[in-house]
C-alpha cells in the first residue's frame, strides 16, 4: 500500500439540501487513527523488502534509499517554509514515498537521476496539488514516470542480484553484472527462451527493482497491513485477480506466446503494486464496489501493457492511469449513507 498520504473524509455529492447545499457522504466520523500510525505500519510492513533488497543488492539499496529520503524530505521541508506551512515531515509520508519510490528503482541508478526522481515525486506529485490528502496521482508514481522519460536507458538497466549463483565477477574490473528482468525475457515472445523457476521468482534471486523481486517478503508486508486493517482486501485481490485470469485467458489461447499465470505473479512488481502502491487512500476510490473495480482495472491495464505494449512491465501506467479515473469511479459507485441509499 502507497498510503503516501491519509485520506480526509470526504466524498462525493449525494445530494443537496435548501438553497443548493452540498451534502457528502460519510464518513463524517472522527477516528483515533492517524495518519502517522498509517504511515508508520506500512513502514513496518516494507522492512522484510528491504532486508531482501540488501542481500541481493547490497550496498546499492542503502544508497537509492538514501538518496531518496534526502529528496524527499528536504523537498517537502522548503515548500513547507516557501509557502509559510506547518512542519509536515513528522506525519512520515514523506518518509512512505521516499521508499515506494526507492524500492520502484533499478538498483545502479545515478544519484542525480535518483535525487530528481525524489524532487519530482513530492513537488509535482503532491506539494503542487496542496500537500496532504490533496494530490490526484501517487506521488511516488509520478516520480517513476518522470525519471522513465528523463532516463530511460538508466530506467531500463538492470543487475543480476549479488547472491546470484554463476561464475566468478573480476570484481576489480566491473562493479556489476547486467541482466534482464524476467519480463524483459518474454517480452520477444520466443517459446524457446529460457525462464526463470518459479521458486526463483518468489525468493527474488532475479534482476529488477529493489522492491519488487522478493514476492514472499512482500506478502510478509502484506499479511502485516492486513492484520492491523491499514489496507483492505478489495484493491489487492482486485488487482490480483483481474491479471491472474487476464493472463491465464492468454495462456490458454496461446500458451508458446505468452507465459503462464504464475509466472506473472512472481515477475515484476505486480504483488509490490497491488498491496503497496494501488492501495494508497487518497488515490483510490472510497466504496467498496469502487475499489474492487479500481483494482481490476489495474490488473487488466497491466497485462495490457505486458502482453501487448512495448514496454515489459505495466504497474505504474496502470495505477497512474487508474488514479486518474478514480474520481469518476467514486461518482458512479457511491458509498452508501446509513439508513439509506445515495442519491445522484
Known amino acids: 500500500m502507497s498510503v503516501d498520504t491519509a485520506k480526509e473524509p470526504q466524498g462525493d455529492v449525494v445530494s443537496s439540501g435548501p438553497g443548493g447545499l452540498e451534502v457528502q457522504p460519510a464518513p463524517h466520523l472522527t477516528d483515533p487513527i492517524t495518519t502517522r500510525r498509517l504511515m508508520l505500519d506500512v513502514i513496518i510492513a516494507l522492512i522484510p523488502a528491504f532486508l531482501a533488497s540488501l542481500v541481493f ?3 546499492n539499496s542503502l544508497r537509492v534509499l538514501a538518496l531518496c529520503l534526502i529528496g524527499c524530505l528536504a523537498t517537502e521541508y522548503l515548500f513547507n517554509r516557501v509557502r509559510n506551512k506547518p512542519n509536515s515531515l513528522s506525519d512520515l509520508s514523506a518518509v512512505v514515498t521516499a521508499i515506494i519510490l526507492a524500492f520502484s528503482l533499478p538498483p545502479t541508478l545515478p544519484w542525480f537521476a535518483v535525487l530528481m526522481g525524489a524532487i519530482v515525486a513530492i513537488a509535482l506529485g503532491k506539494m503542487f496539488f496542496g500537500g496532504l490528502g490533496q494530490n490526484i496521482f501517487n506521488p511516488a508514481m509520478v516520480g517513476r514516470a518522470f525519471l522513465m522519460v528523463t532516463f530511460a536507458s538508466l530506467m531500463t538497466t538492470w543487475v543480476a542480484p549479488a547472491a546470484e549463483p554463476g561464475p566468478p565477477v573480476p570484481t576489480d574490473r566491473v562493479e556489476a553484472v547486467t541482466a534482464a528482468t ?23 534471486r532475479t534482476a529488477g527493482s529493489l522492491g519488487e523481486t522478493s514476492v514472499i517478503a512482500l506478502l510478509i508486508g502484506a499479511a502485516y497491513l492486513l492484520i492491523r486493517r491499514t489496507i ?17 485467458i492468454a495462456y490458454l489461447a496461446a500458451p508458446g506466446k505468452f507465459a503462464n499465470p504464475m509466472f506473472h505473479l512472481g515477475a515484476g512488481s505486480l504483488v509490490f503494486g497491488a498491496f503497496l502502491i494501488a492501495t494508497d487512500l487518497v488515490t ?19 497485462m495490457v501493457i505486458r502482453q501487448f505494449g512495448t514496454y515489459p512491465e505495466g504497474v505504474m501506467f496502470s495505477i497512474l492511469m487508474m488514479n ?13 449513507p446509513l439508513g439509506g441509499k445515495a442519491r445522484g
Not at 520477444?188 to 521458486?199: M, S
Not at 469502487?290 to 491495464?301: H, S, Y
Not at 486518474?324 to 452508501?336: E, Q, S, V, Y
Open 284 to 302: 483510490s476510490p472510497l466504496s467498496k464496489s469502487g475499489r474492487v473495480v479500481f483494482g481490476a482495472g489495474c490488473g487488466v491495464l497491466t
Open 232 to 248: 483492505d482486501w478489495t484493491i489487492p485481490f482486485g488487482m490480483l485477480g483481474a491479471a491472474l485470469a487476464f493472463a491465464a
Open 324 to 336: 486518474a479515473l478514480a474520481p469518476l469511479i467514486g461518482r458512479w459507485m457511491r458509498p452508501t
Open 182 to 204: 524476467p519480463l524483459a525475457q518474454i517480452k520477444p515472445g520466443d517459446p524457446e527462451r529460457p525462464l526463470p523457476e518459479t521458486w526463483r521468482l518468489f525468493v527474488g
Open 57 to 59: 543488492f547490497q550496498w
